[in-house]
Every structure is written in structure tokens, then in C-alpha cells.
């Protein structure tokens, strides 16, 4: 499956500056505001130790690390919801993807040009505001467009109008829908309109060089945010992360390890993603290819094998499944058959984190 998330914040917050350093690209970093006119995009591995250890054992043609899309999204003006700055064009991003990362400045640069002072929060609303309206101006449309069905008894129309009130009433109030509980059959009311506020969201704070531990009060304040919206934050340097991703790894070692980071900012970044997201990995394992797959956190054996293939779905038979640990453990599959941990699963099967997976499918 394909995962796209998008990132975003107002201009000068350091979103290029970000997917720089995750992608290797060279995206705009100009100092000045709206350098970004256009969305940059990238496809980033997933960092996954797990493929270079089942490598160790199983020789293979290739090794294929499941994949991210990663999206720069230029930064919001004020009064986009209305089509102000890049308008539509910049929400229309936002919509098409999966998760959204809000970058947010927590770092002083003179250089870096910013009207009035460095103010995390008010950045915070001033964004979540703008994609509350959006959607606000999503749904009431939904709302005129249901109603006459609604009046004349339609069943399904009364319900979603019903939804579509909700919502609306709690964007007037300036409210991000994801903060709100709905039921799923809400959510599949609500899931054709695409939503901006229903996204998960996941808030970014781009700190100065002498915070990385996070631990300053504007870093705090994203997180105190955070928190409050029910989401997941993390810290980042991104300055000293494209610095670092230019090095060679004997240099960035030791540059890591004298300023106290135990990891680059694109491991921790995917795995609050997939967290985020509810995402879990398989891996198949052949002469061919040893590759990475992202499901669903609960999805069953076909839907798995349906990511390799569509058609492995419905013809799906069994699959057999062992642990990455058992492949260490035992060292080849024939070990691990001959000890009992391969596992025959039929199509009630909820995949594990981890597991490596030969599927049978009827022909």
C-alpha cells in the first residue's frame, strides 16, 4: 500500500529545509517567505535493520525497504481558506495526503525573514485555523447539496445531513474534527468529502542547534499543543539534520555522538508516522527479492498477500509465517520448519508485526 504525508507549516517554518534532509534532495531553502510555489515530492525507503538480517541468512537477488511519499507543501497564508496566497492549490495538496506532518519554527534566525516575533503557538493556530475553514466551506456545500434529499425522507441522506451538521458546527467553533469522537459508520459519512481536519497529524518542532534534547519552552509549547490534540510530536533539528545526512557515516557517527544524538531525524519521523497511521510490516523472502511491506495494524493474511498482488486476495489459500527472531534463532526456513515454528495460517489470520510470510494462492 502507499503511504503519501504531506508537509506543511507557515512559510519560513522550515519545511524544505526538512525534506531536504529526508530525501537527499535540494529543494528551495531561500531565506525569504512563499519560496516554495510548487509542492516538491520525493519516494523515501523506510529504514528497517530487520531487511539486512534476514540478508544474513537468505540470499537474494535484491533487498527492497518498504516505501514512503513525502510531499513539500507550500507554506499557508494567511486567508487561504478563502484562496488567498496559493488558495485552493495549497489545500488541494493537503487533501490528497494520508497524514500530515506541521512543521513548526522553533528556531531564531535573523536571516530567515519572519514578520514579528518567533511565536510557536500563534503559528499553530493561525494554520489549524485556515484548514478548519477549508473544510468548513467543504462541508456546508455537502449540508446544501443533502438537504432536499433529507426533506424528502430518504433515510441515508437524514443521516448524513445529521453528520454533516456535526461537523460543521464544530469547525464554526474552529475545531480540528480528528479531536472530536465519531462513530465508524460517521466516518464513512464523512470519508468521500476528504476531509483536512479528520487527517492524523503529527507536529514537527524545527528547533536550534543547541536544543536537540527538545527540552526549550517553544519545543514545549509544540508539545504541550500536541497533547492537547490528542497527536504525537516530535523534536528536529533541520539545519543540523541536512548537515548530518551529508556526511559520510564515520563523521556522522562521531558529530552524533559529541552532540548527544542516538538517531537521525527519518527513522524517528516513519516510525511516529506509522504509529500515527496504525501501519505495521511484513517482508517476504526469496532468491528473487527479500522486500518490506506496510499493511494495516489487524489486516488478515489475503489482505497482505492482496498488497503484493490484487488478485492475491481472493486467491488466497494459506500462508506460511515465521518471525525475523526465529530466523536468527534457527538461521535457515528448513531449521525453522524442522523445529516447529513455521506456522500455516489460514484466512482468519491477523499479520504480526515482523512477520515473514510465504503465501499460497490457488491458481
Given at each position: ?47 528497517d535493520e530487520r531487511l ?228 505495521q510490516t511484513f517482508f ?80
Amino acid at each position: 500500500m502507499g503511504v503519501e504525508c504531506g508537509i506543511v507549516g507557515v512559510p519560513n517554518s522550515g519545511k524544505s529545509t526538512l525534506f531536504n534532509a529526508f530525501t537527499a534532495s535540494r529543494a528551495d531553502r531561500a531565506i525569504y517567505p512563499f519560496s516554495t510555489l510548487e509542492k516538491n515530492e520525493a519516494v523515501v525507503s523506510v529504514p528497517d535493520e530487520r531487511l539486512e538480517t534476514i540478508h544474513r541468512f537468505i540470499e537474494t537477488e535484491r533487498v527492497v525497504p518498504a516505501a514512503v511519499r513525502v510531499v513539500d507543501i507550500p507554506g499557508l497564508a494567511p486567508g487561504a481558506s478563502t484562496g488567498k496566497g496559493l488558495g485552493n492549490k495549497f489545500l488541494g495538496h493537503v487533501k490528497e495526503c494520508d497524514a500530515i506532518l506541521q512543521v513548526v519554527r522553533c528556531f531564531e534566525r535573523p536571516d530567515v525573514i519572519r514578520e514579528g516575533p518567533l511565536d510557536p503557538a500563534g503559528d499553530m493556530e493561525a494554520l489549524e485555523l485556515e484548514l478548519a475553514m477549508a473544510d468548513l466551506d467543504t462541508v456546508s456545500r455537502g449540508v446544501e447539496r443533502l438537504g432536499k434529499r433529507a426533506r424528502s425522507g430518504e433515510k441515508q441522506a437524514r443521516f448524513e445531513l445529521e453528520v454533516f451538521e456535526r461537523a460543521k458546527a464544530l469547525l464554526e467553533e474552529g475545531r480540528q474534527l480528528r479531536t472530536a469522537s465519531w462513530k465508524e459508520q460517521e466516518l464513512e459519512a464523512l470519508r468521500p468529502l476528504f476531509l483536512i481536519t479528520l487527517k492524523p497529524m503529527l507536529y514537527v518542532a524545527n528547533v536550534d542547534q543547541d536544543d536537540v534534547t527538545g527540552t526549550s519552552e517553544r519545543a514545549q509549547a509544540v508539545r504541550a499543543h500536541a497533547e492537547s490534540m490528542g497527536s504525537g510530536w516530535i523534536h528536529l533539528c533541520g539545519d543540523l539534520e541536512c548537515e548530518l545526512v551529508a556526511m559520510d557515516e564515520a563523521d556522522r557517527s562521531e558529530f552524533m555522538r559529541e552532540l548527544g544524538i542516538e538517531e537521525l531525524g527519518l527513522p524517528r519521523l516513519i516510525r511516529r508516522t506509522y504509529e500515527l497511521l496504525g501501519l505495521q510490516t511484513f517482508f517476504t523472502a526469496g532468491p528473487k527479492e527479500i522486500r518490506a511491506w506496510t499493511i494495516h495494524q489487524g489486516d488478515t493474511g489475503p489482505v497482505a498477500a492482496g498488497v503484493i498482488h490484487t488478485d492475491f486476495e481472493k486467491a488466497y489459500v494459506r500462508a506460511e509465517v515465521y518471525s525475523v527472531e526465529d530466523l536468527v534463532r534457527h538461521r535457515t526456513e528448513a531449521a525453522i520448519r524442522a523445529a516447529g515454528k513455521l506456522r500455516v495460517e489460514g484466512r482468519d489470520y491477523a499479520m504480526r508485526e515482523g512477520d515473514v510470510a510465504h503465501f499460497l494462492v490457488a491458481k
